[in-house]
């Protein structure tokens, strides 16, 4: 889901740095061969997503949710020379898929898959995350918030994908619709929470910017 036109949204992806060919050739692969390619981040946002990343040059990353990996190199692109990034997905299928662009990438090495619920794995790992990626199943955003709060280095910075819902989060919520339910009071949370300050950005389906103070 995008907010703004086509038009707007082509100018602005030819005036950002284009993505490296093998983001290119994972986007191919995954419309061809995969269930649900929307679930990509796209060049735009994985622009983003990597300059972020190359400023706070992190040294651990958390990503929540690997689908195919697309965010998951890009984000692996700022990362410190001896950083590593682990990235959570429950979807078995995917894993060989990842694993053969990860290791194509130059960024294998760094790249640590977990396979299972997110709920489960994140209290397992060690503390020390610089910045986490919330991009998995929406109905436990506050869930996975209060999880890798504890786990953030101070001054770290967490996003979270598609807080904006395709503009559900703007009308009310059907009362069998958890998701959007659950991403209202996010918002609501992260926009009063002192434990952090943070920004939402209407870049593309919803980017929420979150300073760990």
């Not at 990996?69 to 078995?92: F, M, P, V």
């Not at 199943?137 to 506050?142: A, G, L, Q």
Request: charged content about 25%; proline content about 3%; aromatic content about 8%.
């Amino acid at each position: 889901m995008d907010f703004i036109s086509k038009d707007l949204l082509d100018y602005a992806t030819r005036h950002s740095n284009d993505e490296p060919d093998i983001l290119k050739e994972l986007t191919r692969e995954t419309y061809q061969k995969i269930l649900l390619p929307r679930m990509l981040s796209g060049s735009l946002q994985g622009r983003f997503l990597s300059v972020l990343s190359k400023i706070i040059r992190p040294k651990k990353i958390l990503e929540i949710g690997t689908y195919t990996g697309y965010a998951t190199l890009c984000l692996s692109e700022g990362l410190s020379h001896d950083g590593q990034i682990d990235t959570l997905d429950k979807n078995e299928e995917l894993v060989d898929f990842q694993r053969k662009y990860f290791d194509r990438s130059g960024f294998g090495s760094q790249i640590k898959q977990h396979l299972g619920n997110a709920k489960d794995i994140i209290p397992k790992l060690a503390s020390g995350y610089d910045l986490v990626f919330i991009d998995a199943d929406k109905n436990n955003y506050i869930n996975y918030l209060e999880l890798v709060l504890p786990k953030m280095n101070s001054g770290g910075v967490i996003i979270s994908d598609n807080v904006l819902w395709s503009g559900k989060v703007i009308k009310e919520a059907e009362v069998n619709d958890k998701d959007t339910q659950v991403l209202q009071e996010y918002n609501k949370l992260l926009a009063n929470d002192p434990r952090v300050e943070s920004v939402l950005l209407p870049l593309r389906d919803g980017l929420t910017i979150s300073h760990i103070l």
